[in-house]
């Protein structure tokens, strides 16, 4: 049974900076893709950044230059490290993965397990 389990979210003033962690369990594929994803109140789920097994990485437009993601394997942690918040970037932030076809992507539909998500909220 696959489990994600977010955490390191809280409340930050713009310009500062947060990392989140997602601890993963029962999750084997040699092949994968995990990613973070946000929700703001009244607006769809949408990808952050990803990453695969081969290590390559995508980022919404939103935060590149700004948010790195970032796996350790021995731990099975996934990280995003954000800098540079923005009051936008205020959202319910989840941890997902894929069933092991690891396409490289940030659409929600591509992605099989979910954790419970981790609030972020940037203050001006």
């Known amino acids: 049974q696959v489990q994600l389990v977010e955490s390191g979210g809280g409340s930050v003033q713009a310009g500062g900076s947060l990392r989140l962690s997602c601890a993963a369990s029962?999750?084997?594929?040699?092949?994968?893709?995990m990613g973070w994803f946000r929700q703001a109140p009244g607006k769809e789920r949408a990808g952050v950044a990803a990453?695969?097994?081969?290590?390559?990485?995508r980022y919404a437009d939103s935060v590149k230059g700004r948010f790195t993601i970032s796996q350790d394997l021995a731990k099975n942690t996934l990280y995003l490290q954000m800098n540079s918040l923005k009051p936008e970037d205020t959202a319910m932030y989840y941890c997902?993965?894929?069933?092991?076809?690891?396409?490289?992507?940030?659409?929600?539909?591509?992605?099989?397990?979910w954790g419970q998500g981790t609030q972020v909220t940037v203050s001006s």
């Open positions: 029962g999750y084997t594929y040699s092949r994968y893709c």
């Open positions: 990453i695969d097994s081969d290590g390559n990485r």
């Open positions: 997902a993965a894929d069933a092991g076809a690891g396409w490289l992507s940030l659409h929600p539909a591509e992605f099989a397990y």
